[in-house]
Each structure stands twice: as C-alpha cells, then as structure tokens.
C-alpha cells in the first residue's frame, strides 16, 4: 500500500515507519494523518511484523500538527477528526511494541506521538516539547493521559502549564526517554533494541502489552486474572514449547509466532 507524506520499510519482523516531510520538520498534514493511522492498523494486521520503529526523516521527529495547511486564516472550526480511527487511537491500541526513534524535535503533535511509543530512544539532538498552551491549545492527542501516569501529576503539570521544552539529557532524566545516544549511532542503536524485542515469542510479547495497558484503569485482583487467561492459550503456542526446549538445550529460540 502507498503512504502518503510517509515511508515505510519492513525488513525481519520490524516495520518502520518515517514521517516524511523533512521540509516542513515533519509537520503532520491531512493526508500524512490518514496514512499513519493506516500504516499503524496495517501492522497490527500483519503476522510478519513484531516491532514497529517510528521516527522523521531530516532533522526533526516532528514539528507537530501543519496549523497552516490545516487551519489557514480561517481557525479551526471547521476541522473534524474521525478519533476513532487517529493514529493516537491506532496507536494505543495497537498491541505489538513501538519504538520512537527520536532523531530531533518533537513538538506539539509531535511530543504525543513520542509518548503513546512504548519506548523511546532519543538521538542527543533529540527534544521533547509540550508547547501547546503557547498556542492556545492543549495536548489533544494522549498527552493529558500519558503525562500524568509517565511523570506524576505536578510534573505533568509544569510541563504543560509552563510549555516546557526539554532536550534529550531532561527527557532522560525524568523517564520520559530510555536512553541518549549519539546522533549518528540512533538508527543502529534502535535496530539493535528491535532486533532484541523481535527475538522473542511474539505472542507473548503482545499479551504482555495487552495486560500492562489494561492494567492501568484495573485493580491488582483483576489483573492477575487476567494474566492467568492469557497464559492458558500461550502454554498452548508452539513458541512456548519451543521456549521450554530452547531453554534446556541450551540454546537460542527459534519463535514462529504460533
């Protein structure tokens, strides 16, 4: 399928995904929305993928929602959003694990899309920025959800109320990114981490997802049933019996994703 203002490569389970207009700092347009909330159901479909990679093409990760092309002269009152199907809704639900690859600034828009990634890994020139009361808005994308459980509430609330930009070290040392790298290892170094996570039964990789999100709105009682539920069904998988095996022939699984 063909992504507009996107790329898309898939190469040994890992599916990545590259905002593509380095022009305009990887501005979210119309048509780039459409293709990320596609291209993120589309990969959830997909039985060959079992890591997603985000991250921007030139300098930036993303410099948020494109206000011009969205908005012109004439406000926002007549924009309407399906937000059922948003790449912030196809993104949270989606249950296998993303990574952002955080090659620049990320603003805005931008700064959300970073956040509802599992895990993020940060190039030194890397930022993260809740400037959305400096224009007049708010996080509409996940951020006013994310924040508060990521960082507590009053750190959530400097961030937010004060339009904080925090470059790559801040990020890391709040827990918002998992780790800081040089800027030309960034791309080796999250292939790595993905090539780590695509190793490993698929199954139970995305059960493991499915229950943490769960998780968060549930008490402990139910959790642990539920966690109980999904291990009847991978005892069941070829993979946890390949785990077993692997595991006293002392030597690396083999997973199939079955």
Request: hydrophobic share 45%.
């Amino acid at each position: 399928m063909e992504y507009e203002d996107l790329l898309y490569e898939k190469d040994g389970g890992i599916a990545t995904i590259t905002l593509n207009r380095p022009e305009a700092l990887n501005a979210i347009s119309l048509p780039m929305l459409n293709s990320l909330a596609a291209a993120l159901r589309d990969v959830d479909r997909d039985p060959e993928v079992r890591v997603v990679v985000i991250t921007g093409a030139g300098r930036g990760f993303c410099a948020g929602l494109d206000l011009k092309e969205m908005f012109g002269s004439g406000g926002g009152a007549g924009i309407r959003f399906d937000l059922n199907n948003s790449p912030p809704m196809a993104l949270h639900t989606l249950d296998k694990p993303v990574i952002c690859s955080l090659n620049g600034p990320a603003a805005g828009y931008g700064f959300d899309l970073a956040l509802g990634c599992d895990i993020r890994i940060a190039s030194e020139k890397g930022q993260l920025g809740a400037v959305f009361t400096r224009r007049g808005i708010l996080p509409e994308s996940g951020g006013t959800w994310m924040l508060p459980r990521l960082l507590g509430w009053a750190k959530a609330s400097e961030l937010v109320f004060r339009g904080k930009v925090l470059d790559a070290q801040e990020a890391l040392s709040l827990g918002l990114v998992n780790a800081v790298v040089p800027h030309e290892r960034l791309a080796e170094e999250t292939r790595a981490w993905a090539e780590e996570i695509a190793g490993n039964a698929p199954l139970a990789v995305q059960a493991a997802k499915r229950l943490m999100r769960l998780a968060l709105e549930e008490s402990y009682e139910a959790s642990v049933h539920h966690a109980y539920l999904q291990f009847l069904p991978l005892f069941a998988t070829e993979d946890f019996k390949e785990g077993v095996s692997a595991f006293l022939e002392k030597r690396p699984p083999s997973f199939k994703g079955r």
